[in-house]
């Protein structure tokens, strides 16, 4: 019944910021649903990225991000943001949010229950 859609990828400079955002079709509240992102480089499995929970506790699973991406809600949107800041070409893949029913994040794909189609970010001078 979820259906979510992601938004506002593209192609950016090394160093250039972007900022993702996560929808859900039809009247479904996100705040009932954490929310995770996830991103896949070319030839390589999906990895867990950050994650806000229903109580909207944060956290970044991959050292690499932390301190450039910051995941929030904004509630009367409806929204989800990945907030990505001091792009690096290592960042390009393709992004996707997950919902999953459960209260706390986690980085495992199999424990979401919802998927986006993704969003392409590319990061290349």
């Known amino acids: 019944q979820l259906q979510l859609v992601e938004s506002a990828g593209g192609l950016v400079q090394p160093g250039g910021s972007l900022r993702l955002a996560c929808t859900a079709s039809?009247?479904?509240?996100?705040?009932?649903?954490?929310i995770g992102w996830f991103r896949q480089a070319p030839g390589k499995e999906r990895e867990g990225a950050s994650c806000?929970?229903?109580?909207?506790?944060?956290?970044n699973y991959l050292d690499s991000i932390e301190g450039r991406f910051t995941v929030s809600r904004d509630t009367a949107k409806n929204t989800v943001y990945l907030q990505m800041n001091r792009l690096k070409p290592e960042d390009t893949g393709a992004y996707y949010c997950?919902?999953?029913?459960?209260?706390?994040?986690?980085?495992?794909?199999?424990?979401?229950?919802?998927w986006g189609q993704g969003t392409q970010v590319t990061v290349a001078s």
């Open positions: 997950a919902a999953r029913r459960g209260a706390m994040c986690s980085a495992f794909v199999s424990r979401y229950d919802y």
């Open positions: 806000i929970s229903r109580s909207n506790a944060t956290i």
């Open positions: 039809g009247f479904t509240n996100l705040e009932d649903y954490t």
